[in-house]
């Protein structure tokens, strides 16, 4: 029994590191930038949906509705004005970049909602459903089936639609894509509108179960670890790499000393690079040069 | 007026000046020809029109309309397609997704038409359709790389090394496909080859480029017997009177 307690409640907590690691990995694909202010952008979800719903009042559906809205316009927003006129500057560079917009989001978050810790109002909070034993929280089906959904709307969009499919192709060759007329700068700007809602999504998803405040975008290095495992480059490998990062965590919290639980996203990264450092999809191919 | 007009176009890598001063012009209707050897500039030609660099001097004018500086998928989507050297598909797309990616600016019904008749221009690739791109052998990407251009309809076509790395028969293949294309659909063809012998039979008029300029320009027929062509391109020389060629006597166009 307390082991399927344990894989619960590690699926639900991997489910978010998934989302954020997915995050990672879409720009990553696209324009070839890490993007380290991803938890941060989670945390600006977070918050922009706890202004909606508990301030507000919006209705829970139009408040979360509204949040993915925002947030997709602040991805653009960013790309256009930070991340464009970076396109050809060093790695370095860009990554200094993106390291210090998760600081200015932060010190935002802190001016703008105070650093107290927040409770995010959910229809679905504190529900339970008790399966022989086995407590599962409503916050916790939410995560996993919110973020299957998800994943399943993001396959459909990048497997079938026209946008999805020159997406795919402007990653897998970014000069012929923009030969053949996909305005290439566009959707760079639309993979981080997607990117930054997908945080916002995971952002609304964990706020019923860990409380908002500006810190809680560190757990993006946790995912940013999940993404790698995964294979950095792959969106299945993303949410597997997360899920694998969660689950351990909640088995090392219980069965390993205090301090493992923490640590342990890391270890398995380190793991992972040892025995496997492609990841477990491996879609990274030789540069060309 | 020409379709296509370059004007004094000097273009840079860096430090190093690939073009120096190049003015040429497409005519419509018609199959131009750029020769020259490696490192002439040939390809950095094709990438100054269709904007991938820009120029640091000089005028790219495409139907009267000013175009250096233009991102590249603007200038596509006004009528140029352009088939870069060694083919550049997407790999992990379907030949059929590439197809209808070349089709991506446009937002017609004609689409799948236009799929059909590159099948029919290339029939391997509809045994394919469904294949990834990466899976083509050379030629087949070659093939798929000058169907997605043609799914642009452009009004102009750059096509960049085609035989590279082709077996004879291919190369023949290829060039009865672009003198079809330029055929049926009156299309503007400015080809970069290096295998003069295919570009000088199925051009119309042809520019010779060595390091960075244009050094000779004459019609297709002219250039297959000017003596320097049949030298350097075409691999035809006459013995000299003592049967060895002097060194001395060898032209520069420098």
């Avoid at chain 1, 650093?115 to 399966?131: C, F, Q």
């Avoid at chain 1, 809602?197 to 809680?216: E, F």
């Avoid at chain 2, 003069?196 to 297959?224: N, P, S």
């Avoid at chain 2, 003596?227 to 391109?233: C, L, P």
Wanted: hydrophobic share 50%; with cysteine; charged share 15%.
């Amino acid at each position: 029994m307390e082991i399927l307690q344990l894989l619960i409640s590690g699926i639900s907590q991997g489910c978010v590191y998934g989302l954020i690691a997915l995050g990672f990995v879409l720009i990553y694909k696209a324009t070839e930038m890490v993007n380290f202010a991803q938890g941060d952008l989670m945390m600006m979800g977070a918050f922009f949906a706890y202004t909606y719903a508990n301030v507000l009042e919006f209705p829970f559906v139009i408040a979360v509705l509204a949040t993915i809205a925002t947030m997709a316009l602040i991805g653009v927003i960013t790309e256009r004005l930070l991340l464009r006129p970076m396109i050809g500057e060093p790695h370095f560079s860009v990554l200094m970049l993106t390291i210090g917009l998760g600081f200015i989001l932060r010190a935002i978050a802190g001016a703008s909602w105070g650093n107290e810790p927040r409770s995010l109002n959910t229809p679905y909070a504190g529900g339970v459903i008790d399966l022989n034993g086995v407590i599962l929280g409503y916050e916790n089906l939410v995560i996993m089936i919110g973020t299957a959904l998800l994943c399943a709307l993001l396959y459909c969009f990048f497997r079938f639609t026209r946008l999805g499919i020159a997406m795919q192709a402007a990653s897998q060759n970014q000069l012929a894509a923009f030969y053949v007329g996909i305005p290439v700068k566009r959707i760079y700007a639309i993979v981080w509108g997607i990117s930054a809602s997908i945080s916002a999504v995971a952002g609304i998803l964990v706020a019923p179960v860990s409380l908002i405040d500006p810190q809680m975008g560190f757990i993006g290095i946790k995912a940013f670890a999940a993404a790698i495992v995964g294979g950095f480059g792959s969106l299945p490998g993303a949410i597997l790499g997360g899920l694998l990062i969660g689950v351990v965590e909640q088995f090392a919290g219980l069965y390993l000393p205090t301090g493992f639980s923490d640590v342990s996203a890391y270890i398995i990264l380190l793991i992972m690079l040892l025995i496997r450092p492609q990841g477990i999809f491996a879609t990274m191919q030789q540069k060309k040069v | 007026m020409a379709l296509l007009e370059l004007t004094n176009i000097e273009t840079y890598y860096g430090p190093i000046m690939a073009i120096r001063g190049i003015s040429l012009n497409v005519e419509a209707g018609r199959i131009s020809v750029l020769l020259g050897a490696n490192g002439a500039g040939k390809t950095t030609v094709l990438k100054t029109i269709s904007g991938a660099m820009e120029p640091q001097k000089g005028r790219v004018t495409f139907n009267g309309e000013s175009i250096q500086g233009y991102d590249p998928d603007r200038v596509a989507r006004l009528g140029i397609g352009h088939v870069p050297e060694g083919r550049e598909v997407f790999p992990f797309l379907s030949v059929e997704e590439n197809l209808q990616m070349g089709a991506f600016s446009r937002n017609d019904p004609d689409i799948a038409q236009d799929i059909e008749r590159v099948f029919d221009y290339f029939p391997v690739l509809k045994d394919k359709a469904r294949q990834q791109a990466a899976y083509l052998s050379g030629g087949q990407q070659q093939m798929l790389a000058i169907g997605r251009a043609l799914m642009l309809r452009p009004t102009l076509m750059l096509l960049d090394e085609p035989s590279l790395g082709l077996s004879p028969r291919l190369v023949s293949e290829i060039a009865d496909i672009i003198v079809r294309v330029n055929d049926e659909q009156r299309m503007t063809i400015l080809l970069v080859e290096q295998n003069a012998r295919m570009a000088l039979d199925i051009g119309h008029y042809g520019y010779v480029m060595e390091v960075g300029r244009i050094v000779m320009e004459d019609t297709c027929e002219k250039l297959k017997s000017a003596t320097d062509i049949q030298e350097f391109y075409l691999g035809i020389r006459d013995e000299g009177v003592r049967g060895r060629r002097r060194w001395k006597q060898r032209k520069t166009w420098r």
